[in-house]
């Protein structure tokens, strides 16, 4: 511990030199004879501790000087005095100017004592006083709300955060109980009563608000015991963990995707070549039958049974893996129409569907997978809004727009999914576009729908936009870019299968037999000359062998990749064109200049895609 300081103030230099020589082993020891020189020596030394002064002196008495010295200094004041001074000493003790005297002539071990005594109060004043501006400090500047309370639940210091937790204000919520702040804090009590009588420290979470806003606030609760080890007190540190807890939602949510991702990859390659073997094959075996009506509707129930285990696997992928988009010119009345046994079949019976489509049959430029998996998304989301029952409304509206904040001026659509449901509180409609937020039971939502609206909204250049309100229902808006008529050409509409423009020798690469036979057929049924290949190191040798204005390959195929495959046809035969088919195009990367049709897919996709290769190729 550093050496303290004293002053001594007296108008005989004989005095403090005796003063000097009695401290100076002790303490650091400043002298003045001049009582107004004394204050200025206070005044540029803030760590003197004790103040020895005579009475008697010319121009100021001792316990006039002492009493100003008080006004600007804490130290504390010992007044050397005579006996006929007394009076003296008893008036400035009453005031208190002082906090002790000695008589002239002084017993030294009892000044010492006396001086002692008074560094010690001064040392110990001076640690409350820097443990009450720590204790200041923290308070007023936590981020967390802090308190302390008697055993019997009063508040006794609290900060601004936690009184304005409670409503108030520090002044009015000191000594009084939180229950009897909130009048309903009899649970806060219980817990309070808990720790009390347990000893230790506890932690505890504590939720509050509506399902799906909640805030949630983590609670650390300290008993604080008197000398005796009895506890008098109790301190509570209350901190905001509403982000962390969203943040570990989020993560756990984020594991349960991706481990259905996993899933998802390792079992869509599979499902959908088994959904191209039965879709291929009964599109092959309808001409057959064109002849005998019982059949064909049975092909047909059995091709739209397929139709729908493709979309659901479609729909799964898009759930469990991102996947970049495909925007072209899109007519969304007739895609809007075209999902009516879609909705039907996925909304059940208790909702009714009606559309309300714009006259000039608008396109959009937006992927038409992605925007039939983001209207069906917003009915279902309609659906589960009106739980008795009720009418949704899908509509598309064409409008210009000028001067808006957020798309630039242009033309637009508009496809719009309306309800009459229970609406969206204020401070969740807020958060709902917030990946993995729902406000579903557990196992009834997964949060995605809307966020993935909200993004095939952005990444198409147009915006999502949501009006509700509790009890008046909901609104949804995707805004799209408008594209001109005669873009409509490129707007994909399932037809039949175009004949070969041209003879084509066509290398067929597939794992798969049946899906490399349904393949296969269909090529030589548009009139193209087709072989069959079960790997890349049989097609090889094929090319080897011969020669091929085109390949058809798989993707995900034992021994080398279809872009592995494709590579090495690029570098030896780089006139002759490679078409990737894969039911799970997001298993291996795939450079972008490499054409890809994804798995199931109808005759027309692939004639029309091969008839494009083959005349690029010319």
Not at 50 to 68: C, F, H, K, N, Y
Not at 287 to 307: C, F, I, T
Not at 586 to 591: L, M, V
């Amino acid at each position: 511990m550093s050496q303290g300081t004293i002053l001594a103030v007296d108008d005989e230099p004989d005095i403090l030199i005796a003063l000097e020589d009695l401290f100076e082993d002790q303490y650091r020891v400043l002298t003045t004879t001049k009582p107004a020189e004394a204050l200025q020596i206070l005044a540029g030394n803030p760590d003197i501790a004790v103040i020895l002064s005579d009475q008697r002196m010319p121009g100021m008495t001792g316990d006039a000087m002492l009493a100003e010295a008080r006004k600007v200094h804490d130290a504390q004041a010992i007044l050397l005095t005579g006996y006929a001074d007394m009076s003296a000493v008893v008036a400035a003790l009453n005031q208190g100017g002082i906090t002790g005297y000695a008589t002239k002539p002084w017993d030294a071990n009892l000044l010492r004592n006396t001086v002692r005594q008074a560094f010690e109060r001064h040392q110990l004043g001076r640690d409350l006083s820097t443990e009450r501006a720590l204790l200041r400090g923290l308070l007023d500047n936590a981020e967390d709300a802090i308190s302390f309370k008697d055993a019997e639940g009063r508040f006794v210091r609290l900060n601004a955060r936690k009184a304005a937790g409670l409503g108030g204000d520090v002044a009015g919520c000191l000594g009084r109980t939180e229950d009897a702040i909130l009048g309903d804090g009899a649970a806060i009590g219980s817990a309070d009563a808990a720790v009390i009588a347990a000893g230790e420290p506890s932690d505890s979470l504590v939720a509050e608000g509506a399902t799906g806003a909640e805030r949630w606030r983590h609670v650390t609760r300290v008993p604080i015991r008197d000398a005796a080890g009895e506890i008098t007190h109790l301190a509570t540190i209350e901190r905001d963990v509403t982000d962390q807890k969203s943040l570990e939602a989020r993560l756990r949510q984020s594991d349960k995707m991706q481990a259905l991702g996993t899933l998802a990859g390792g079992i869509a390659h599979d499902f959908n070549n088994l959904l191209m073997a039965i879709l291929g094959s009964l599109e092959l075996v309808a001409p057959k039958v064109a002849d005998q009506p019982r059949v064909q509707r049975l092909v047909g129930n059995a091709m739209q049974a397929a139709q729908r285990g493709a979309s659901l696997t479609k729909r799964l992928l898009s759930f469990s893996r991102s996947r970049d988009l495909r925007p072209r010119a899109v007519d969304v009345n007739g895609l809007i129409t075209g999902m009516h046994d879609l909705l039907a079949g996925s909304l059940g019976g208790l909702v009714t569907v009606e559309t309300t489509l714009a006259p000039e049959a608008p396109a959009a430029c937006v992927d038409p997978d992605q925007l039939e998996l983001a209207i069906l998304n917003l009915c279902i989301n309609a659906r589960d809004a009106m739980p008795e029952g009720g009418r949704i409304v899908v509509a598309t509206r064409s409008f210009a727009l000028d001067d808006d904040p957020d798309l630039p001026t242009g033309a637009y659509l508009s496809v719009e999914i309306s309800d009459a449901g229970s609406g969206i509180a204020p401070e969740i409609l807020t958060r709902v576009c917030e990946p993995f937020f729902t406000t579903k039971a557990v196992g009834q939502g997964t949060g995605l729908g809307l966020a993935m609206v909200f993004g095939l909204a952005q990444q198409s250049h147009g915006r999502l936009r949501i009006e509700s309100a509790p009890g008046e229902g909901t609104r949804v808006q995707i805004i799209l870019p408008r594209v001109e008529a005669t873009d409509l050409d490129e707007v994909a509409v399932p037809g039949a299968a175009l004949p070969a423009a041209r003879a084509a020798r066509i290398l067929v690469v597939d794992d798969d037999p049946e899906v490399r036979h349904v393949t296969a057929s269909f090529l030589s049924s548009f009139g193209y000359s087709e072989r069959e290949a079960s790997d890349g190191s049989t097609a090889l040798s094929l090319m080897e062998q011969g020669t091929f204005d085109l390949v058809v390959a798989d993707l995900a195929m034992p021994g080398m990749t279809g872009v592995e495959f494709a590579e090495i046809v690029r570098a030896r035969w780089s006139d002759v064109p490679v078409l990737i088919v894969t039911g799970h195009a997001e298993a291996i990367p795939i450079p972008p200049d490499l054409p890809v049709l994804r798995k199931p897919f109808e005759s027309a996709d692939l004639a029309a895609e091969v008839s494009r290769l083959l005349d690029r190729a010319a």
